[in-house]
T-cell receptor, first 114, second 111 residues
Framework: DAGVIQSPRHEVTEMGQEVTLRCKPI?????LFWYRQTMMRGLELLIYFNNNVPIDDSGMPEDRFSAKMPNASFSTLKIQPSEPRDSAVYFC????????????FGPGTRLLVL | QKEVEQNSGPLSVPEGAIASLNCTYSDRGSQSFFWYRQYSGKSPELIMF????GDKEDGRFTAQLNKASQYVSLLIRDSQPSDSATYLC???????????FGSGTRLQVQP
């Protein structure tokens, strides 16, 4: 099994640019989570999908952030426009709802906004 | 009060000793509890989960849950240098399917 796949693994961009992060969950999983990790705030949930439907987006910082899940095997997290404070590691995780949300993390995308 | 609290450490133990990692949570309705290990620069990796009061053992790892006192712990027996990492406690709060993570405890196992 390939595990959760994320791309790109690293992204360096300038303030004001649009950034798109991509995630492919583990095949058969019906829950998908986007997290952000920083030294200051730790690992925090941004948004959670179940069966491709956004369930909890209370962690999305502001309107600059948006996430989509057009099908069971693909999700995107977009930041537009990006700001230096968005610099972090962004993780995608997937799980099976039936297993009380045991989640498996992807390798993460390291984002640096200059 | 943070929802999930952990001592940031570092917790330093000699090789072969038992490492004890602790976590407290604030929401009494929390139902599921997880321990993740994260090596520097890597993603969190699930070690164990526990749902019921008491102990759950898996190899060198034992998770302990006490819902009355609202704490979860992870014991690592026969600690190895390869166990050196940050250990994240995560809680599945009632009514919220996603996990809430603590800030992690950094463990150092000295050879």
């Amino acid at each position: 099994d390939a595990g959760v796949i994320q791309s790109p693994r690293h992204e360096v961009t300038e303030m004001g640019q649009e950034v798109t992060l991509r995630c492919k969950p583990i095949s058969g999983h019906n829950s998908l989570f986007w997290y952000r990790q920083t030294m200051m705030r730790g690992l925090e949930l941004l948004i959670y999908f179940n069966n491709n439907v956004p369930i909890d987006d209370s962690g999305m910082p502001e309107d600059r952030f948006s996430a989509k899940m057009p099908n069971a095997s693909f999700s995107t997290l977009k930041i537009q426009p990006s700001e230096p404070r968005d610099s972090a590691v962004y993780f995608c995780a997937s799980g099976l709802q039936a297993t009380q949300e045991t989640q498996y993390f992807g390798p993460g995308t390291r984002l640096l906004v200059l | 009060q943070k929802e999930v609290e952990q001592n940031s450490g570092p917790l330093s133990v000699p090789e072969g000793a038992i490492a004890s990692l602790n976590c407290t949570y604030s929401d009494r309705g929390s139902q599921s509890f997880f321990w993740y290990r994260q090596y520097s620069g890597k993603s969190p990796e699930l070690i164990m989960f526990i749902y019921s009061n008491g102990d759950k053992e898996d190899g060198r790892f034992t998770a302990q849950l006490n819902k009355a006192s609202q704490y979860v712990s992870l014991l690592i027996r026969d600690s190895q240098p390869s166990d050196s990492a940050t250990y994240l406690c995560a809680v599945n709060r009632a009514g919220r399917r996603a996990l809430t993570f603590g800030s992690g405890t950094r463990l150092q196992v000295q050879p």
